[in-house]
């Protein structure tokens, strides 16, 4: 019998909030590898794998600033990962050497009516610079439909070229899979001021429709994001509200007061657009807010989280365009916001659009002075989770802090602080997840600075460090997909174990007394070997021998109450 195949028709795990771990054990150069916090860092398909893409210097051991690469990893089990070895080694989706490629932002398409797990295609968008230095925005996807090893990624397309530069942009996918693009133009008015355009397809990233300005201000008009209402496991009649309308905010400077959250809506997937509304004014925060991040819950409500206490961005002051290269540097947008590493009092406020109104702006968490670079997302629950990068002093560290709401109100609770001592942990992203299984919870990575400290952890000089990690955390469970009703049925089984790890020459692996099926995964996610234990039986003896290469490898128990796993080290 084959264990992936027993993997993906069973699914029935269920945890506790997974320990906070490196997504793989590969490094970046990029103090901003997760940024920004207008596109998603990582999905969870209908399978329950996630994907999780950063970007990285070409050359890990080149100066700050240099060339980048895009890079994707994914889970290598249908499962909450919970160490390093549950994730795949990241590969380079568009090696190029010639190229500068950042900011990238992944989404991923929508099932048939009913059945989400017949589709799970992603895409993934990016900032690349041409033949010339000017930034472009590229596109690939890939039809994800043999995981755990996903196949190739298209070869890279131009969602938009120009002789101006195209930045951060964003991505995501409606219920009809309309794929939809949004990016921030530099210096497209004659005023040298940026707008937000738009750009969708409708044959999965093939084809691209001739841009539209959405902005149409005579003002600054930066880092947009785009979203759509989340699918879950019931066909469109039953869904609360069923829609091809696409939601977009972004940052836009006024003429006398600071920057303002603006959106607009597109009732029919992007060919008309409605009027844009000031989220700001209308939710009574008035102004100096920037930084937006956008979700859309299954009544096709927006909401949206953002820095409040922010202050106009580049194009502002003279100089090249540097993109992220000194964290001190105003011409580094995106950049950090200029009050970064200082003691400017920043805020998270939050704001949602319910039956066609914006309600008065809540304030997320003021327990710090310095709060910066929310990004929010929606279960299918109705719980809005965001996080954000927080921290008291700027002789102290970046901490994650999360908090949590329900869409029907009620205030922010359940505050929670992800940390490494004496590191900075930076630029969270919350996942956007396919809801093919009662999947309530959170699930986020972010960007951990410095992380062998030979630059101290913390501040400019760590940030210019060219060691940092990927961080994972979450606490979604896994239930049988049959009902969206169903609660968690995963049992914890605690007699499942290992006798000893690392691994020499073989180990007993201990089922318990009820037996299983037993499989022994590599780190692509190959099974390498398959046990069925009987019930009455306590298990069995794994001979490693010389045949088991060196590596890491993961053990999975089906019991027939859910599946459990621990990771396993062979040595020689």
């Known amino acids: 019998m084959k264990a992936v195949a027993i993997l993906a028709a069973l699914f029935l795990l269920a945890t506790a909030a997974a320990a906070d771990h490196q997504v793989d054990n590969d490094l970046s150069s990029e103090w901003e590898a997760t940024g920004f916090n207008n596109g998603r860092s990582i999905v969870r398909d209908s399978k329950g794998y996630f994907h999780v893409v950063y970007h990285t210097q070409a050359d890990p051991d080149g100066i700050p600033g240099g060339n980048c690469d895009i890079m994707y990893s994914h889970t290598i089990l249908p499962a909450p990962p919970t160490s390093s070895a549950d994730w795949s080694p990241a590969v380079a989706i568009a090696p190029d050497p010639m190229s500068d490629d950042r900011y990238p932002s992944i989404a991923i398409e ?68 309309v794929v939809h693009v949004v990016w921030q133009e530099e210096d497209f008015n004659p005023g040298l001021t940026s707008d937000i355009l738009y750009s969708n397809s409708l044959d999965h990233g093939v084809n691209w429709s001739a841009f539209q300005n959405l902005s149409l201000t005579d003002f600054n008009s930066q880092t947009p994001d785009v979203a759509t209402v989340i699918d879950f496991p019931e066909a469109p009649s039953n869904y609360t509200y069923y829609s091809e309308r696409v939601h ?12 303002s959250i603006m959106y607009r809506s597109s009732p029919d997937a992007g060919n008309t657009w409605d009027i844009y509304e000031n989220v700001s004014q209308l939710s009574g925060s008035m102004d100096s807010d920037g930084y937006p991040s956008l979700t859309v819950s299954r009544e096709d409500i927006p909401h949206v989280a953002w820095m409040h206490g922010v202050y106009p961005h580049d194009p502002t002051t003279p100089g090249p365009y540097a993109p992220g290269a000194d964290p001190l540097n105003p011409n580094s947008f995106p950049g950090p916001e200029v009050g970064m590493y200082s003691t400017i009092l920043q805020q998270i406020y939050y704001s949602g659009r319910v039956y ?9 968490d003021n327990a710090l002075p310095e709060n910066e670079f929310p990004s929010i997302a929606v279960d299918i629950t109705d719980h809005l989770y965001v996080a954000w990068q927080s ?29 490494h001592p004496d590191h900075d942990d930076l630029f969270p992203s919350e996942a956007t997840k ?33 060691a940092h990690e990927i961080w994972f955390s979450g606490n979604t469970g896994w239930t049988n997909p049959t009902s969206v009703e169903d609660t968690c049925t995963g049992v914890a089984h605690p007699v499942f174990s290992v006798m000893n790890n690392p691994v020499s020459s073989g180990t007993w692996i201990s089922t318990g007394t ?18 069925t234990v009987p019930a009455g039986s306590d298990g069995f003896f794994w001979n490693t021998g010389e045949v088991i290469p060196e590596g890491v490898y993961r053990v999975v128990l089906n019991n027939g109450h859910g599946l459990e796993s621990t990771a396993v080290t062979v040595i020689r």
């Open 248 to 259: 977009i905010v972004w940052s836009d400077d006024g003429p006398t007061s600071g920057p």
């Open 110 to 177: 929508h099932g048939l009516p009913g059945n989400p797990t017949s589709n799970d295609m992603l895409h993934v968008v990016w900032q690349s610079t041409d033949m010339t230095g000017v930034y472009q925005i590229l596109h690939s996807s890939n039809i994800n439909s043999t995981m755990p090893t996903p196949g190739p990624w298209t070869s890279p397309f131009p969602v938009h070229t120009s002789i101006h530069h195209s930045i951060v942009p964003d991505v995501d996918c409606s219920l009809n899979n």
């Open 391 to 419: 921290n008291s002093s700027p002789a102290s560290d970046y901490d994650i802090r999360q908090a949590e709401r329900l869409v029907a109100g009620g205030g922010w609770f359940n505050q929670t602080t992800f940390y």
């Open 356 to 364: 066609g109104n914006w309600i008065p702006y809540e304030l997320v």
């Open 514 to 531: 009820e037996g299983g099926i037993v499989s022994i995964l590599d780190i692509s996610g190959r099974t390498v070997q398959t046990e």
């Open 434 to 466: 396919k809801t093919a299984m009662y999947t309530p919870g959170f699930d986020f990575v972010w960007t951990m600075i410095d992380s062998d400290l030979s630059a101290g952890g913390h501040g400019q000089p760590a940030a210019l460090s060219p």
